[in-house]
Each structure stands twice: as structure tokens, then as C-alpha cells.
């Protein structure tokens, strides 16, 4: 009777198709969505691969490299529609929308990205190409455009931050004082004032809030500085 031969365990024996730094990406997302940034190790990556451990090093030189990698594969990727008649107002809050929305796609993957990837963001990723498009368009001087879209970002990835570590929700959940130290507030205060809502905190509503405060803090800074001009000519 003729043995059958035994395969060898999975993540020892030779691929049949070669490894990639594309497909190692792709992988090391899946268990980074799956079980979060701890779950990705390279053994567990070269088990997910079917491929032997030591070959991913022939491609990638750590797991720090790996998760650089996923991120700007992940970065990459981003897309939103484009409005190109849209007011300018418009069009950066449904950028940002579409950012939080693949945040929200990757959670372990962005929060570890915003607290540990400084250069998460690179000049050439199609979220930092539309958001400088659109601050130049709002008649942001060439020369303060990086800065503006900078601190947009620093704002937006801070709120995102929040969201996904659940700081956001335990922070709008706190009950202020009342009108006196130690004294509770009016009976009839609504959920957020007197007392905290029982479904939590809307968290949509107060990103849209952000992007408010943004555009709208933007808009003065504009208006302001039309209205310097205007005095200056005088």
C-alpha cells in the first residue's frame, strides 16, 4: 500500500507563488484588523502568507518596517469624490469625512498610525494632495498653505484619535458642575448639561461640529485678512 506523503506544517513549506512586499501588506492588514497591531508578528504574518518566516526578512527587514508599509499601502488607497465647483467649505469637510471613514475602516491600524507614525502622512497620499488643493482654493496665501493644511490635520487626527481610543465618548459623557461647588445643576437640564445622555455622546454630530469650527475659523482669518488689505489701500 503506497504512503501518502506528508505535507509539511503551514508557513514551513515553499510557496507557490512568490512572495511580494504588495501581498505581505495586504496580510499583515488582515491581522492587524482582525486582532489589532499586538496580533501581528512575523511568525503569525509567515503562518498568514503560508510561507517560511525567514523569507519575509529577503522583503522586509522588521515588524516596524511592515507596519510602515501597511499604513502608506492603506494611505494610498484613500479616495473621495471630487467637487470641483463645490464651495471650498464644502469640499474639505467631505475630505475629512471620507478620512474618518476609512479610520473608522482600519481602527487598530489608524489609532497606532496617529500615535506612533509621525510621517503617516507623506506629500504624494491623495488625502494631502486634496486637502492642500482646497486650502489654496479658499484663498490661503501659497506660502501658508502647508502650514493651514497642517494644522488641519494635526486638529482632525486628533479627534479621530480620541474617537477610536474612546476618549471622545468618556470626555462629552463628563457632567459639568453645577452653578456652585458642590451643588447639583438646574432639575430641568437636558442630557450634556445636567447629566449625562444615556446613549452617549452623538459622535457624527460633533465631528461635523469640528469641521464647523474649522471652516468657519478659517473663513474669519480670510475675511480679516481681505479687510487689512482693504484698509491698507486707503
Do not use: C
Not at 83 to 99: K, M, S, V, Y
Amino acid at each position: 500500500m503506497e504512503k501518502q506523503a506528508r505535507r509539511p506544517p503551514r508557513g514551513t513549506r515553499k510557496r507557490d507563488v512568490p512572495l511580494t512586499e504588495a501581498g505581505i501588506y495586504a496580510a499583515a492588514l488582515r491581522l492587524i484588523d482582525a486582532g489589532g497591531v499586538e496580533a501581528l508578528t512575523m511568525r503569525k504574518l509567515a503562518i498568514e502568507l503560508d510561507a517560511n518566516p525567514m523569507s519575509l526578512y529577503h522583503h522586509v527587514p522588521n515588524k516596524e518596517a511592515v507596519l510602515r508599509g501597511v499604513a502608506r499601502m492603506v494611505g494610498a488607497q484613500f479616495r473621495t469624490v471630487t467637487l470641483e465647483d463645490a464651495p471650498w467649505q464644502d469640499r474639505i469637510r467631505l475630505l475629512a469625512t471620507d478620512f474618518r471613514t476609512l479610520a473608522h475602516r482600519h481602527p487598530e491600524l489608524m489609532a497606532y498610525s496617529f500615535s506612533h507614525q509621525p510621517d503617516f502622512i507623506q506629500p504624494d497620499d491623495p488625502f494631502w494632495t486634496a486637502l492642500t488643493a482646497i486650502v489654496a482654493a479658499s484663498g490661503v496665501s501659497p506660502s501658508e498653505v502647508p502650514e493651514i493644511a497642517a494644522l488641519m490635520v494635526a486638529v482632525v487626527v486628533g479627534v479621530l484619535s480620541a474617537e477610536l481610543n474612546g476618549s471622545l465618548q468618556q470626555w462629552a459623557s463628563l457632567k459639568p458642575p453645577g452653578p456652585h461647588a458642590g451643588e447639583p445643576g438646574p432639575a430641568d437640564a437636558g442630557p450634556g448639561l445636567g447629566e449625562a445622555d444615556p446613549e452617549g455622546p452623538d459622535q457624527d454630530r460633533m465631528f461635523r461640529l469640528v469641521m464647523d469650527t474649522l471652516t468657519a475659523g478659517l473663513e474669519s482669518r480670510l475675511t480679516a485678512g481681505r479687510d487689512g488689505q482693504d484698509t491698507g489701500r486707503r
